[in-house]
């Protein structure tokens, strides 16, 4: 029988250790993002992957709201933020820090996930658009690549948190491996 552990058995890090360890070199970037929930969510999965940070651009809200925090769960002390108004200054900072700046997006030339070749010393910026229209085109036209997740079904997208699990795992795994 496999018993369920107790969170006490987990053996997580405090919010100081997350803080001083080594981070994945990755950054989330949301973009015009507007569900509050969407954006709480994205800061546990962020931190589920010790990711660098996460940059919430345009219309996102930022910590701390209610509505947020209620999702993250305390992840909003632990993954570091920052705020744009514009998520092209935010692509121009990172291409200036050499970020290889990646859009998720349904596009022309694409790259899909399961091809996608994570390099283990470079540093990725991965950008996650509007619940309703995705990445903006001009923010697709400034980034190094566009990344899609194959689909197979009827539908056209995944919710944007879901998006960015299933991209922040397969990008973690990928760096796993080539470490």
């Not at 973009?31 to 994205?42: A, F």
């Not at 994570?118 to 980034?143: D, L, M, P, R, T």
Request: with cysteine; net charge negative.
């Amino acid at each position: 029988m496999n018993r369920k552990l107790k969170n006490s058995e987990l053996d997580r890090k405090s919010v100081e250790a997350f803080k001083e360890a080594e981070k994945t070199p990755i950054i989330v970037v949301l973009d015009n993002i507007r569900s509050l929930n969407n954006i709480g969510s994205v800061f546990r999965t962020a931190d589920a992957f010790l990711i660098e940070a996460i940059y919430l651009c345009g219309i996102c809200a930022q910590p701390p709201h209610k509505d947020i925090t209620k999702t993250a769960l305390g992840a909003t002390e632990s993954v570091r933020w920052n705020y744009f108004e514009s998520t092209l200054d935010a692509v121009k900072e990172l291409q200036e820090n050499q970020y290889q700046v990646v859009a998720v997006e349904q596009a022309e030339q694409a790259v899909m996930l399961n091809d996608f070749v994570v390099e283990a010393h470079s540093k990725y910026a991965v950008i996650f658009g509007n619940e309703v229209k995705g990445v903006k085109q001009n923010v697709v036209n400034a980034a190094n690549t566009v990344l899609e997740i194959p689909q197979v079904g009827t539908k056209h997208s995944f919710n944007i948190s879901v998006s960015v699990g299933i991209v922040l795992w397969d990008m973690y795994a990928k760096l796993l491996k080539s470490s």
